[in-house]
Structure formats: C-alpha cells, structure tokens
C-alpha cells in the first residue's frame, strides 16, 4: 500500500466500545475514518456528526461494499463476531476484530479459515499485549531472569455498576479473564491440559457475575484466573487488575490498577484510566492507540500481525470456553 495516502477505516459497532475505536481512529494520523455502521439510525448519526463522517451505514454489508474502505475494526456483540469477521474477509477487508474473537472454538475456526484464504490481514484485539508493562514482563521471562514458570495468578475486577451494562451480554470469565488467560498462555509458551472453574452469579443479569478458572499447563504450571464483576459502586478505580508470575528463579508482579493518578474531590476519590484509552488536553492516548496504530503499520507494509496471531486468541477462547463448561457441569474440563 502507498505509504502517501491514508488507511481508510470503517468501524462495524457503535456500542460504547466501537465508540472509543471511532473516537481514537478519528485523531490519528494517517489514518482517515471513512465509514461507521451500526443497526440504529439514529446512533450512526449521533457519532458520524460529531466525528464528521459521511458514510453512514445501518446495514455492514453495504459497508463491506463501499470501495473507500481499506480496513475495518469490528466492535459488535460477541455472537454477531463470527459472520461479520467472516464476511469483511471475504470482501477483501483488513480486519481488526475486537476480543473475544467469538463465542466457541468452532467459530473461531471459521474465521481463522477465512483468514488463511483471505487476502486483508487479520488480528484479534488483544489490548494488553501492546500494555508496555505487559511487554517488559514478557521480555523478562524470555530473558530467562525468573527461570521457568510454575504458577501465575491474575485478577481482573470491576464494579457491580460496570458489570450490569455487560453481563447481559457476556460472562465476566468470557469477557475480562480471556485478557489474562491470554496473557499467561503468551508468558509460558504453553498449552491448557485440564480446566477447572466455578461461578458466582449473585446479580440479575443473564450471565454470572464472576468467577474463578484453574488450569494446568502442559509445561507443568498452574494458572489461575480471577474475573468478578462485582465490587462496590464505589470502588474509586476504574478496574483492579493484577497479574503474579513465579517462576523457578524469581516472580515478577503487574499491577493495572494503580494508574498513577487519584483525584479526591467532592465525589470521593476516584482513579481514572491513565494508560488504556486516557485523553489529556482533548486528545486521546494510551495503548488502544499503540494497538491500532500497530495493526495500521502492518497494513501499510503488508506484513502480517505476529504480536497476536489467531491461533493464540483461538487458545484463549478454548480456555474460557472450557472454563464456562466446567462451571456447569462441575467437572474438570480436560483438552
């Protein structure tokens, strides 16, 4: 691709989060936001007036049709993930589709099928591998400074307020521990042998508010992942994130909680986002940027995306996949 002209970008999903992709792709450079599609008439218009975007599309395919888009970020409904994904490929799209990449492994080989026969590149968004204190862990541990891994924990909670607009349409395990369970099958190297997991659902929405997964690893280790969404609607910060790993020669300890900065006022206190999608002085930065900006880079030069494959988001749905089934049945979950 001409390095002179702009990447043209649609995005499919204007939930709050296909809002924020709209929102940071509109102030990047190089890259022109050319088309915004959603069901709701009268959501597409609301963000296209205020980012000033002329394509409006209420139907994706009209979108996947418009020759004046180069790449498309997909930010839909986890269950709607698998046809769209499949059809921006198909239509000769990049496509930048947002994590979990679908609800089941069978799904997921759908789309990894179309995206070997697909000419666009292709990557899932797995945001906290492009985290730069995610990066330097990981550049520990292959720098061998605390040896072999044997047992990582994480946690990932948000408030009850956060997980009420959310767990109606995906679990907490499903949809925060897939970071984590991610980001430990990238640490390690390794594969899930067995998976077991149990569930708390305490509040009035379709899917369970929290829950735990245990899981060995064919390297040996355990690893354990923690999701509820379920603190208290005071909890000052905006999510409390924290990832162990110990190893046969050292630990190493992530917290993306703390982000820097309280603000204490008449509220309460309160701990705004610094690192994901902040926007000091009007304009947005963080690592959703560093993301974009990374898959943007790929386009341009035509090299595919090797920080996330496909086969390793498909890894990180496996897991929770078999987490949810172990929840249920009260098994042990064995791959």
């Known amino acids: 691709m001409n390095r002179t002209k702009p990447i043209r970008w649609g995005v499919i999903g204007l939930g709050w989060f296909g809002e924020v992709h709209a929102d940071n792709l509109a102030e990047m450079p190089d890259i022109e936001l050319t088309a915004l599609c959603t069901r709701r008439p009268e959501r597409v218009a609301e963000i296209a007036d205020r980012l000033g975007v002329e394509n409006r599309y209420t139907d994706y395919h009209q979108l996947l049709a418009d ?4 790449v498309v970020s997909v ?4 269950n709607d993930h698998r046809q769209i994904a499949i059809d921006a490929l198909r ?4 496509v930048l589709l947002e994590k979990p990449m679908a609800p089941t492994v069978a799904d997921c080989d759908e789309i990894v099928k179309a995206a070997e026969e697909a000419s666009g590149l292709f990557m899932v968004g797995h945001i906290c591998r492009f985290d730069s204190r995610v990066a330097l ?5 292959e720098q061998g400074r605390i040896g072999t891994i044997i047992s990582m924990h994480a946690r990932r909670n948000l408030s009850t307020a956060i997980g009420q607009l959310v767990l109606d349409d995906i679990s907490a395990l499903m949809g925060d521990g897939i970071h984590d369970a991610d980001l430990m099958l990238w640490f390690s190297e390794a594969k899930v042998q067995t998976v077991y997991a149990q569930e708390v659902h305490p509040g009035k929405n379709k899917y369970p508010d929290g829950g735990w ?9 355990v690893a354990v992942v923690e999701s509820v969404w379920h603190l208290p609607e005071s909890t000052p910060y905006a999510i409390d994130a924290r990832l162990e790993v110990i190893g046969t020669e050292g630990a190493l300890y992530i917290n993306c909680g703390e982000a820097g900065l309280q603000i204490h006022d008449a509220a309460g206190v309160k ?3 610094t690192m994901y999608w902040p926007r000091p002085f009007g304009q947005y930065a963080g690592v959703l940027q560093e993301e974009l900006r990374y898959f943007a880079n790929c386009v341009q030069t035509g090299e595919a995306p090797t920080r996330i494959t496909p086969g390793e988001s498909r890894a990180a749905v496996a897991w929770m996949a078999a987490a949810t089934k172990s929840a249920e ?4 979950i064995a791959f």
């Open 67 to 70: 020759p004046n888009v180069d």
């Open 75 to 78: 930010t839909t409904h986890i």
């Open 91 to 94: 239509a000769g799209k990049h």
């Open 137 to 141: 862990a990981k550049e520990a541990i």
């Open 213 to 221: 997964s245990i899981a060995r690893l064919d390297n040996g280790a």
């Open 271 to 273: 701990i705004p986002d």
């Open 329 to 332: 049945s009260g098994s042990v």
